[in-house]
């Protein structure tokens, strides 16, 4: 499991055009800026993360792959289909999948799933929407505990 794990939404997208899925919906140019900012305010506060992690939707790739070339060149950029409107249990399944070489992890995924896993990381209560490029960072020794629910008590 990463011990350090950034959550990213994808920048923000397009519309779908007539016929187009919406797995297709690439980034707008303001989603593009978005991604350059994300990327540069995430590195102020992570040296370098080993991996990042994406959806195969060209959205995400598309962040991912912004991200990257604006903050961390030499970081390689992975895409997983489980990633697609994952639920924050398959977005921890995922992660428990990853080579323990894997210490520092940067995941770019898509609501509802990342926003929720953020709220239950976070342990506060606070039940929150991420913004198109927002994101959140977690030192996550606790993310062995079996499942993204809160702790009890």
């Not at 350059?36 to 995400?60: G, K, N």
């Not at 903050?71 to 697609?84: G, N, Q």
């Not at 606070?126 to 993204?148: E, I, K, M």
Request: proline share 8%; charged share 20%.
């Amino acid at each position: 499991m990463p011990q350090q794990l950034v959550l990213l939404r994808h920048g923000e997208a397009l519309p779908a055009s007539r016929g187009m899925r919406d797995f297709d919906r690439p980034l707008s140019e303001k989603g593009r800026v978005q991604a350059q900012s994300a990327a540069q305010a995430i590195s102020a506060i992570m040296a370098r993360p080993d991996l990042i992690l994406a959806s195969r939707a060209v959205r995400t790739t598309q962040t991912a792959e912004t991200v990257r070339a604006t903050a961390f060149a030499d970081v390689p950029v992975i895409t997983d289909p489980a990633l697609y409107l994952a639920t924050p249990d398959a977005l921890l399944d995922v992660l428990r999948g990853l080579d323990e070489d894997f210490r520092s992890v940067l995941l770019v995924g898509h609501n509802p799933g990342i926003s929720e896993a953020c709220a239950r990381l976070a342990d506060d209560g606070r039940l929150l929407s991420l913004p198109t490029a927002g994101w959140r960072c977690f030192d996550t020794p606790y993310l062995a505990r079996g499942s993204f629910s809160p702790s009890p008590g």
